[in-house]
């Protein structure tokens, strides 16, 4: 068995007392649950959302006694002034940044293609917000929020991307293209900051398998019964660990990847996804 100092070590490695982590999309069910997990490692959270109040429910859902050290700050991932005016507060009351997790995200009805909505007439606007959204979603709060990150020469950035990148499911090819990008964009900022300023500072994703969430529930489940659809039961199908994903499933790979436990880890992208990506239908 591990001797007791180096349990204390090991633990040691998830305390995140006096480190602050920027969260994007932390109002939804995922974003939630990883912001709950690094408040529990006593990391001082920020959360960042278009909606204040959601935000601060969460918070009040922080393990006790860690709250009163987070802040819920109203901005969207696409308004640079909005974030880098958040930045600054961050600064100015935190003193540095050293996590940024990326995990705002969506899709757009008009982009799903259906009998009646044909690939050959998405609009141009649907794929432009789910892109956005998604990738550029990612990207320019990585601008904003590593900038301090360069400076300092130390910090990890963490995205959340998706299975959909490596397998694309069918009716969703802007979601699927954009989540792909996001993986692209994670292994080119790595080797760019590692390169280019610090290679203290680390990139990598998580790409998640099949979650119910409040925006796919009710395309893998029945509303009135709950039982599943024939998509969900396709998915469940090719997941060998037969079972969506709950949320803390997560939290393993989250806080390795923002630990000095992985301290030599840069521009990977993790599934979690119960072997969907493993398995070849066969």
């Not at 694309?168 to 954009?178: E, H, K, Q």
Request: neutral net charge; charged residues 20%; hydrophobic residues 45%.
């Amino acid at each position: 068995m591990p001797s007791p100092s180096t349990l204390d070590e090991i633990r040691g490695l998830y305390d995140f007392t006096g480190r602050t982590a920027v969260v994007t999309g932390g109002t939804g069910v995922l974003g939630a649950e990883m912001a709950r997990a690094l408040a529990a490692c006593h990391a001082d959270v920020v959360l960042l959302g278009r909606n204040a109040a959601r935000a601060e429910q969460v918070i009040a859902s922080f393990p006790q006694p860690t709250a009163g050290r987070h802040l819920a700050l109203t901005a969207d991932v696409l308004d640079r002034p909005a974030l880098e005016e958040a930045c600054r507060r961050v600064l100015g009351e935190r003193g540095q940044i050293d996590f940024l997790i990326n995990g705002a995200g969506g899709n757009d009805p008009r982009a799903t293609t259906t009998p009646d909505a044909r690939f050959f007439d998405v609009p141009i606007a649907a794929w432009q917000t789910v892109t956005n959204l998604n990738l550029l979603g990612t990207i320019v709060p990585s601008q904003v929020f590593a900038r301090p990150m360069a400076e300092r020469k130390a910090g990890v950035i963490l995205n959340i991307t998706s299975v959909n990148a490596a397998r694309p499911l069918t009716r969703i090819a802007a979601y699927s293209a954009s989540k792909a990008g996001i993986s692209n964009f994670t292994q080119w900022l790595a080797v760019h900051l590692a390169q280019e300023y610090a290679p203290e500072i680390r990139v990598n994703a998580i790409m998640p398998g099949f979650f119910l969430t409040e925006q796919n529930r009710f395309l893998l489940t029945d509303k009135a019964t709950g039982e599943l659809t024939a998509r969900g039961r396709k998915i469940l199908d090719h997941t060998p660990m037969g079972r969506f994903g709950a949320p803390d499933d997560l939290t393993g790979a989250l806080l390795w990847l923002l630990s000095p436990a992985s301290r030599f880890v840069t521009g990977v992208v993790v599934p979690v996804d119960g072997g969907f990506t493993a398995y070849s239908g066969v």
